[in-house]
Every structure is written in C-alpha cells, then in structure tokens.
C-alpha cells in the first residue's frame, strides 16, 4: 500500500524531472539548431527549413573553417597548454613558499598578490594590447 508521503515524493519527482527535461530541450534548441544549419549547404539555407533535417550532408563548410582557422586553433591550443603549465607552477612555487618559509614582508606581499587576483583581465586587456603593440609584438607567440 502507497502511504501519502511516498506519493507525494514520487509526484513532486516525477514533476521535477518533466520540468527539468522541458528546461534542456529549451537550453539546447539553439545548439541543435547550430548543428542543422552547419550540416546543410549554404545556398540552402533559410528560414522557411530551418529547423528540417539537411537533405544530403555538407561537410565543405568544416573542410573551409579548418583551412581558415586550423593555424589560429592550433596556436590557441600551444598557448593554452603553455600558459596553464607555467601559471600551475608558479601558483605552486609560491603556495610552497607562503606556506613553508617566512618570507621578509610576508603580510604585505600575500594580501597584494590576493588582491590581485580579484582585477579582472579586461581590465588590463586594452593597455596591454597598446603595450604589445608599441613593442611590436602583437600578433606574435611572444606576446
């Protein structure tokens, strides 16, 4: 025999997972239509049949965006794999050192090194693009 607690709680359940189920189908409908269009030839494209399935499979959209951005992906990744090497070992060194040694001006440095990390990189971005650029380093893995 169900008693009113058990049918309440597998009601309120079943209710949630429907709501949650409606709230993906509503967050992913625009990668679903992102994959549609990207399957279907350009000249075919429109709002009319946006959301039918492509009729034969354009793959020479991907082909052109790997000839254009193949090189930029690339770089991007070498500077993501390096960056979050030597930032994991510097975060580390310092830990190391703030959390073993006692370090002349220890009390002033770590709240300056914290407070650092609250400034959001936007807001240095613009000087230091002017910065890489008046030292002709912009555009460059150097910069």
Excluded: C
Excluded at 17 to 44: D, W
Excluded at 57 to 78: A, C, D, H
Excluded at 82 to 95: D, F, H, I, K, P
């Amino acid at each position: 025999m169900i008693t009113d607690s058990v049918w309440r709680r597998t009601t309120s359940q079943v209710v949630l997972y429907v709501i949650l189920i409606l709230l993906a189908v509503v967050f992913l409908t625009p990668v679903y239509m992102v994959l549609i269009t990207s399957f279907k030839h350009p000249e075919t494209i429109n709002l009319a049949t946006s959301w039918n399935l492509p009729e034969t499979v354009y793959w020479q959209s991907y082909l052109e965006v790997l000839e254009e951005f193949g090189p930029r992906i690339r770089n991007s990744v070498v500077l993501v794999v390096v960056a979050t090497l030597l930032s994991s070992m510097m975060g580390s060194l310092n830990g190391y050192v703030f959390a073993k040694w006692r370090v002349p001006g220890q009390r002033i440095l770590f709240p300056v090194m914290l407070f650092g990390m609250f400034i959001p990189y936007q807001a240095i971005l613009i000087p230091l693009f002017e910065f890489m650029n008046a030292i002709d380093l912009y555009g460059g893995f150097l910069a």
